[in-house]
């Protein structure tokens, strides 16, 4: 994601943009919904109806744990970076 989020860089100041995980949208709807809306400048109490979408089929219990630690591992760098340019 480095190189699409150094072109936003380029055009955007850092409070112009807010990144989100997906994993986080799908655990906690309510939290990310509220922090977009203050991202926005608007009222979070306006809320709409959350319903989940695209959330699968459970594929992701296909995948073995090992696997997963390993590509977190793999992206640690990645999200360090996004860390230390975005915030």
Do not use: H
Not at 21 to 33: A, C, N, T, V
Not at 45 to 67: A, H, R
């Amino acid at each position: 994601y480095e190189q699409q989020l150094i072109s936003f860089n380029q055009c955007f100041a850092s409070d112009q943009i807010l990144l989100l995980k997906s994993e986080d949208l799908f655990r906690k709807p309510e939290f990310i919904w509220v922090k977009i809306m203050e991202f926005l400048g608007l009222d979070p109490s306006i809320c709409l109806q959350l319903k989940p979408v695209y959330q699968g089929n459970g594929e992701s219990n296909l995948v073995s744990s090992d696997f997963k630690q390993r590509l977190r591992k793999e992206l640690e760098l990645t999200y360090q970076w996004i860390e230390e340019v975005l915030g």
